[in-house]
Structures are given as structure tokens and as C-alpha cells.
């Protein structure tokens, strides 16, 4: 009988759900799994902004090692939190089908007098705080740390007026409040509500074994986001969002970046072939580039 899979993970509700979601596909198509719990910096430091930190992949670093160092065999990660050049030796294994891409504002305010009110905002994203500061320039945004939970309950102590999350993991830890309001205006990040698995680069055998989890249709579209990002990120620090849907052969792909105050939005929309899903990504990077997203601060 072959050994268990390792399944490397971080010890948050969301990473573990997202690491038992992975063990029981696995499991059900009759391959034997195991959890294994890794620490990472951005666990620990619960106290500073994410974008302070400095850290490249502060959420995937500790799991990349433990993958390097043979102490587990698969790590699972939120797409969007994984640096889209990987560490050297780890490679994708899946992307699983991806659950909502968007942001949702859970908030005790009524949505229709955002616009009237001065309210303060919990997000520690540049760019939900770029692309909210945009549309309401007269409200506050505040740095938020701390678990899902953690978040809501500053909520609702009166801390802030109104946090932003990931529609998907609240979907994930079946938490999500009925004071919600889907930001389907605002842009995610690149790959935002996708699995990622990552192995070793020569782990043949497990590349085998989880190739089945992937999706082709999701692959597609966190492939021309993260292409994106990585073209944009080579001389652009602006905040940016990016999501890409596929219907019937055409992929959509919608695109941006702000100043991050708010004040400066380019925008780039385009259609294309779903076969060229690279292509889309790069292209509307040259596309804000050409419009002078590399300038924008």
C-alpha cells in the first residue's frame, strides 16, 4: 500500500476547510491523505498590514519550504494569495474550479446612503481600498487584521462601519451575514476564489494524482489574471484587479489599476478566443501600460 499524501496547511478555519476540501477529493477517488500543519509568518504577525510586511508569499512561504524540505508532498493555497512566480522546485499540481471571484461589503449601514455618509472601512487590500476609495473619495479606510471571525467581530463592535471580504471564504466557512452587499463593481485580485495545489517540480507521481482536480475553464482564467499581474508588476506598484470569465469559445477578460489613493482608474476590457487565454492576460497589460498604468502611484 502506497503512503498517504501529505497535505500541507495553515492552521486558519479557511486554510483548513480548503485543505479538507482537497483531502476528501482525493480520498474519494481512492488515494489515502493526511494533513500536515505548517506555521506561517502571516499567522503570526496578526498586527501588521499585509502590504508592510514585505514578504513576497508571506501566506505560502513557510508551506513552499516544507514542500522543499520533503515534510510534505502537496500544499493547498488561496490562489491569490500565491506569488505568480513561484519558489524555485514548486510547480502547480491543480487549480481547483473556482468558488465566487468577488467582494462583498458586510456592513449594519444601508448600502443606499454610503454615498451620503462619511463611514470608515475595514480592508488592509490597496487595492479594495484604491478602487473603494474611487467611488465614495470621502470615506476612510482603516487596516483590518486578524481570521474572518476575528474581522466580524470587530464589525460588529462598532469598530468600523463596514469590512470588506472575499465572497468566497465566507461562502467556504458558511458564515456569510445577511448584511451583505456584493461589490460586483470592483475588480478582485488576480485569481481570487481559485484552489491552487503546488508539489514539488519533479514530483512526477503527484502531478499524477492531482491533475484530475484541475478545471479546465477556471485554469484558463487565473492563468490570463496572474499573466496580467506578472506583466504589469515589472515596473507597475499601482494597486490591480483583474477577473476573466469564459462564455461558450470566448474569454472576457476586464482589467485595472489605480492610483492608490483612489483618484486615477485605467480600465482595459477585451474579447478573445478561449484557446488564447495567455495572450488575453499579457495583451491587456500592454494595453494599460500603453495608457500609463507604470506612472500611476
Given amino acids: 500500500m502506497s503512503a498517504p499524501i501529505r497535505i500541507g496547511a495553515r492552521e ?26 505548517i506555521k506561517s509568518e ?42 505568480v512566480v513561484q519558489a524555485q522546485g514548486i510547480t502547480e499540481a491543480a487549480v481547483l474550479k473556482r468558488g465566487s471571484p468577488f467582494d462583498i461589503c458586510v456592513t449594519n449601514i444601508s448600502p443606499e446612503l454610503f454615498s451620503q ?29 486578524g481570521n474572518v471571525e476575528t474581522r466580524l467581530q470587530k464589525l460588529n463592535s462598532g469598530q468600523f462601519d463596514a469590512v470588506i471580504f472575499a465572497e468566497a471564504g465566507l461562502d467556504r466557512l458558511n458564515i456569510k451575514p445577511q448584511n451583505y452587499v456584493l461589490l460586483n463593481w470592483m475588480l478582485p485580485a488576480p485569481a481570487q476564489g481559485a484552489l491552487l495545489v503546488s508539489c514539488r517540480q519533479d514530483d512526477k507521481l503527484m502531478l499524477e494524482k492531482c ?26 506598484s499601482a494597486p490591480v484587479g483583474a477577473l ?43 494595453d494599460l501600460i500603453e495608457k500609463g498604468a507604470l506612472n500611476l502611484r
Fill in 117 to 145: 455618509k462619511v463611514i470608515t472601512i475595514g480592508s488592509s487590500s490597496l487595492r479594495r481600498k484604491a478602487q473603494w476609495l474611487n467611488r465614495y473619495p470621502r470615506h476612510t479606510i482603516e487596516p483590518i487584521r
Fill in 244 to 286: 476573466a470569465e469564459i462564455i461558450n469559445d470566448e474569454i472576457i477578460f476586464k482589467g485595472n489599476a489605480l492610483t492608490l489613493d483612489g483618484t486615477q482608474k485605467l480600465e482595459v476590457e477585451m474579447r478573445l478566443n478561449k484557446s488564447d487565454f495567455k495572450l488575453i492576460g499579457v495583451k491587456a497589460a500592454e
Fill in 211 to 236: 491533475k484530475f482536480l484541475t478545471d479546465e475553464n477556471t485554469f484558463r482564467c487565473v492563468t490570463a489574471e496572474r499573466l496580467f499581474l506578472r506583466k504589469l508588476q515589472a515596473g507597475c
Fill in 42 to 83: 502571516g499567522d503570526v504577525n496578526l498586527t501588521t498590514p499585509l502590504y508592510e510586511i514585505g514578504v513576497l508569499g508571506i501566506f505560502t512561504k513557510a508551506l513552499d519550504i516544507a514542500l522543499l524540505e520533503n515534510r510534505i508532498d502537496i500544499a493547498v493555497h488561496s490562489m491569490k494569495d500565491v506569488p
Fill in 12 to 37: 486558519s478555519k479557511l486554510a483548513l476547510w480548503q485543505a479538507n476540501h482537497v483531502k476528501y477529493l482525493l480520498e474519494a477517488s481512492g488515494k489515502a491523505c493526511e494533513l500536515v500543519l
